[in-house]
């Protein structure tokens, strides 16, 4: 039985490799393999009903941060639907599953456009994700509302930036930090083309700002054991840690952070990809006093939100909570609404042309589409987690931030776009 | 200095934790040569069954019982899982015996499925689990060496499981059953060992230290559907690179495993860290590639 024993084994191995290959290639920008053929099919609203696209993960790893966003997506599209629809005519959804899996965006986006003829899609979280989709829509003449921040340096004629790009989120924040919470900054990531992006522009903006840097360190996706970072971090003893972690990683490194003694009294951190639905995730109590910068808190104060929260619960449960991607992904069907009414069509040059300076109450503030790059005004804000799960505002810009996804008006970021 | 005393602490505890998530993979792979690619979905399901055992001491007990809810999770665990996996292979893994490629795609596909199922029933997030009070904190050696409880007591555990598999397999006339079935299953059938018996009752043993493994994680790592996924690939090399067959290789492999990804980690990054690791173990197998410690008692059928 020699032989079958190694025969096991070859086929373990072979298992393994499989397995750390697609964990690999999951990473990559997947090239899309739904192919476009001709050019732009013309959309046109058929009958009473305008279709349009819904495109998540509903399965897989990501299933957990996006199903609650095609959630709120559903919600805009009902409400806008009793409210009597779009010139009109009531939106019809296409639901898609996205899998976690890029080529599978691009496949699903390309069947939205060309067999569904959506007039608009409403989908994505990962930048990879993205990244597939981009040319499906360009090569299809398509129009995409991406709901979640993002590295920024990119800007397609196709896609609307619902989210933050870098200077609505991380530029301001590191400025906040080096102002009021000391100078010396831990970078830690998860390895994957955010984070070290984020990271390079952070870099760049401490050099120019009199900030240091404590030490830089990445770490797999999905990787659940910190003790050996945790024993970096205290010995650099850094006065912040600056916490690009995506996913799962965030609740081990909370975890066991607490663990080893080091709670928010001794370090500042602060993290952007931990909104209202992780802390559930990690528990409150782990999470207490660490600090996390968005353009949207469960807690944000306007009138517009509060409605909102109170229908997210009412169709969803009292137990749910709204978050920033959430609120970026209503506020993304209602803006689409406002470009087709202001452009009398669903048609995408039009819906384009008209979608300049759109102006919407969200329940964040006042939203603004940006002319320029399809990008939108959006107010920062750094907030602390509290006991009950929620976050307290520290610090807000005031008023709503003009987006400039390649920091174009910013010196130190010379060099940073060239790519 | 400080720093090397706490990364060997580190080191021990990262292998302790491989090797619980491994232990239960050693008897259904090591032993009975079943490709178990659902290991981590067991792992998930002890995940879940202590979120489930702590909602209900929140809910039917006093306040003042809450702490003792994660020793009720450690059994509770272990049953459930250990039933999943009786289930498991009642219906599916007994038909594959011998067939490798096909174990190793079905108990894929269970992985998958039970994967979804813990997501309908608990939705795709996250959930939390309260750790006990009494595991909170750590043990102050020096102002900067701390060790954290909830590590400790997972070595301290480890050891525990460890011994108990060793009493059971080596100590026990059911022990001696399976070992004769892994051995030589004909034989052992010849001498009146109801071997389908004993297959059931080895998988589910493994599943069930796969589920202690989930518990147990639930202190340091997140609780979600996918989990399993992270633990898999790391079970599998352990067990790998210890040898099949041989619970001693299974120890030898994780601390192995636990104290150069520790010490990589270190000198360079998570990331750079796992890759040395790995091309480590691929060297070793090349040398010797039957792990490090080769004993296969089956080669007599």
């Given at each position: 039985?020699?032989?079958?024993?190694?025969?096991?084994?070859?086929?373990?191995?072979?298992?393994?490799?499989?397995?750390?290959?697609?964990?690999?290639?999951?990473?990559?920008?997947?090239?899309?393999?739904?192919?476009?053929?001709?050019?732009?099919?013309?959309?046109?609203?058929?009958?009473?009903?305008?279709?349009?696209?819904?495109?998540?993960?509903?399965?897989?790893?990501?299933?957990?941060?996006?199903?609650?966003?095609?959630?709120?997506?559903?919600?805009?599209?009902?409400?806008?639907?009793?409210?009597?629809?779009?010139?009109?005519?009531?939106?019809?959804?296409?639901?898609?599953?996205?899998?976690?899996?890029?080529?599978?965006?691009?496949?699903?986006?390309?069947?939205?456009?060309?067999?569904?003829?959506?007039?608009?899609?409403?989908?994505?979280?990962?930048?990879?994700?993205?990244?597939?989709?981009?040319?499906?829509?360009?090569?299809?003449?398509?129009?995409?509302?991406?709901?979640?921040?993002?590295?920024?340096?990119?800007?397609?004629?196709?896609?609307?930036?619902?989210?933050?790009?870098?200077?609505?989120?991380?530029?301001?924040?590191?400025?906040?930090?080096?102002?009021?919470?000391?100078?010396?900054?831990?970078?830690?990531?998860?390895?994957?083309?955010?984070?070290?992006?984020?990271?390079?522009?952070?870099?760049?903006?401490?050099?120019?700002?009199?900030?240091?840097?404590?030490?830089?360190?990445?770490?797999?996706?999905?990787?659940?054991?910190?003790?050996?970072?945790?024993?970096?971090?205290?010995?650099?003893?850094?006065?912040?840690?600056?916490?690009?972690?995506?996913?799962?990683?965030?609740?081990?490194?909370?975890?066991?952070?607490?663990?080893?003694?080091?709670?928010?009294?001794?370090?500042?951190?602060?993290?952007?990809?931990?909104?209202?639905?992780?802390?559930?995730?990690?528990?409150?109590?782990?999470?207490?006093?660490?600090?996390?910068?968005?353009?949207?808190?469960?807690?944000?104060?306007?009138?517009?939100?509060?409605?909102?929260?109170?229908?997210?619960?009412?169709?969803?449960?009292?137990?749910?909570?709204?978050?920033?991607?959430?609120?970026?992904?209503?506020?993304?069907?209602?803006?689409?609404?406002?470009?087709?009414?202001?452009?009398?069509?669903?048609?995408?040059?039009?819906?384009?042309?008209?979608?300049?300076?759109?102006?919407?109450?969200?329940?964040?503030?006042?939203?603004?589409?940006?002319?320029?790059?399809?990008?939108?005004?959006?107010?920062?804000?750094?907030?602390?987690?509290?006991?009950?799960?929620?976050?307290?505002?520290?610090?807000?810009?005031?008023?709503?931030?003009?987006?400039?996804?390649?920091?174009?008006?910013?010196?130190?970021?010379?060099?940073?776009?060239?790519? | 200095?400080?720093?090397?005393?706490?990364?060997?602490?580190?080191?021990?505890?990262?292998?302790?934790?491989?090797?619980?998530?491994?232990?239960?993979?050693?008897?259904?792979?090591?032993?009975?040569?079943?490709?178990n690619m659902a290991h981590g979905e067991l792992i998930m399901i002890g995940a879940y069954s202590t979120y489930v055992t702590q909602g209900l001491f929140t809910a039917y007990m006093p306040k003042s019982w809450f702490d003792t809810y994660f020793i009720a999770a450690l059994l509770v665990s272990f049953v459930v899982a250990a039933l999943i996996g009786w289930l498991l292979e009642m219906i599916l893994i007994r038909h594959l015996y011998g067939r490798p490629l096909d174990s190793l795609l079905a108990t894929w596909g269970v992985g998958m499925m039970l994967q979804q199922i813990a997501r309908f029933i608990f939705g795709a997030p996250n959930v939390a689990v309260t750790s006990p009070s009494w595991l909170n904190g750590g043990l102050a050696i020096t102002s900067s060496i701390v060790l954290p409880y909830k590590r400790l007591f997972i070595i301290v555990l480890v050891a525990l499981v460890l011994t108990a598999m060793y009493l059971y397999i080596y100590r026990t006339v059911?022990?001696?059953?399976?070992?004769?079935?892994?051995?030589?299953?004909?034989?052992?059938?010849?001498?009146?060992?109801?071997?389908?018996?004993?297959?059931?009752?080895?998988?589910?043993?493994?599943?069930?230290?796969?589920?202690?493994?989930?518990?147990?994680?639930?202190?340091?790592?997140?609780?979600?559907?996918?989990?399993?996924?992270?633990?898999?690939?790391?079970?599998?090399?352990?067990?790998?690179?210890?040898?099949?067959?041989?619970?001693?290789?299974?120890?030898?492999?994780?601390?192995?495993?636990?104290?150069?990804?520790?010490?990589?980690?270190?000198?360079?990054?998570?990331?750079?860290?796992?890759?040395?690791?790995?091309?480590?173990?691929?060297?070793?197998?090349?040398?010797?590639?039957?792990?490090?410690?080769?004993?296969?008692?089956?080669?007599?059928?």
């Open positions: 039985m020699k032989k079958q024993s190694v025969i096991v084994k070859g086929w373990a191995s072979f298992v393994l490799c499989a397995i750390l290959m697609s964990g690999c290639v999951t990473e990559k920008e997947a090239a899309p393999n739904a192919g476009a053929d001709n050019g732009s099919a013309p959309i046109e609203a058929k009958g009473d009903s305008i279709k349009v696209g819904i495109l998540h993960s509903l399965s897989g790893t990501m299933a957990i941060s996006e199903v609650s966003v095609k959630d709120a997506e559903m919600l805009a599209i009902e409400e806008i639907n009793a409210a009597g629809g779009v010139l009109g005519k009531q939106i019809e959804p296409v639901i898609e599953d996205g899998a976690s899996d890029w080529p599978t965006f691009a496949e699903k986006a390309g069947k939205l456009l060309q067999q569904d003829k959506v007039a608009a899609v409403f989908g994505g979280w990962t930048s990879a994700s993205r990244k597939a989709m981009l040319p499906v829509f360009e090569q299809n003449n398509g129009l995409l509302f991406y709901p979640v921040q993002y590295e920024g340096l990119e800007s397609s004629p196709n896609i609307f930036y619902t989210g933050a790009t870098t200077n609505q989120q991380i530029v301001p924040s590191v400025s906040w930090l080096l102002e009021n919470r000391g100078s010396k900054m831990f970078l830690l990531g998860s390895d994957y083309v955010f984070p070290r992006t984020a990271n390079k522009i952070i870099k760049a903006q401490l050099t120019a700002e009199g900030g240091e840097l404590a030490g830089e360190e990445y770490t797999p996706l999905g990787h659940t054991d910190f003790s050996t970072i945790i024993a970096k971090i205290k010995e650099a003893k850094p006065d912040i840690v600056y916490n690009t972690l995506n996913g799962d990683s965030n609740v081990a490194f909370f975890k066991q952070l607490k663990d080893a003694g080091i709670t928010s009294k001794d370090m500042t951190t602060l993290s952007v990809s931990v909104a209202e639905e992780e802390i559930r995730g990690i528990g409150a109590d782990i999470l207490e006093g660490h600090l996390a910068a968005w353009n949207y808190y469960q807690s944000t104060d306007t009138p517009e939100n509060k409605a909102f929260v109170d229908k997210y619960k009412a169709k969803y449960g009292a137990d749910r909570v709204t978050a920033d991607p959430i609120e970026a992904g209503y506020t993304a069907v209602y803006l689409w609404k406002a470009a087709v009414e202001k452009a009398g069509s669903t048609e995408v040059a039009k819906v384009k042309e008209a979608a300049k300076g759109i102006e919407f109450a969200a329940p964040e503030g006042k939203v603004t589409i940006d002319g320029d790059n399809q990008h939108i005004y959006k107010t920062v804000r750094i907030g602390e987690v509290q006991a009950d799960g929620q976050f307290k505002e520290l610090w807000n810009s005031g008023e709503p931030v003009k987006p400039d996804p390649y920091l174009k008006t910013y010196d130190w970021a010379k060099g940073l776009s060239g790519e | 200095m400080e720093m090397t005393i706490l990364q060997v602490f580190n080191g021990l505890s990262v292998s302790s934790i491989l090797l619980l998530i491994a232990l239960g993979l050693a008897v259904t792979f090591g032993l009975m040569n079943v490709i059911q022990g001696r059953r399976m070992r004769a079935v892994m051995q030589n299953r004909n034989m052992a059938g010849c001498l009146g060992i109801s071997t389908r018996r004993v297959d059931g009752l080895t998988f589910a043993i493994g599943s069930g230290i796969a589920g202690i493994a989930g518990c147990a994680l639930t202190l340091l790592g997140p609780i979600g559907p996918s989990i399993g996924t992270y633990y898999i690939v790391d079970a599998f090399m352990v067990v790998v690179l210890g040898g099949v067959g041989k619970l001693i290789g299974t120890v030898a492999g994780a601390l192995g495993i636990g104290m150069f990804n520790t010490l990589f980690e270190t000198y360079t990054s998570a990331s750079i860290g796992k890759v040395l690791v790995f091309a480590l173990i691929v060297a070793f197998l090349q040398w010797k590639p039957r792990g490090l410690v080769a004993l296969r008692t089956r080669s007599l059928d």
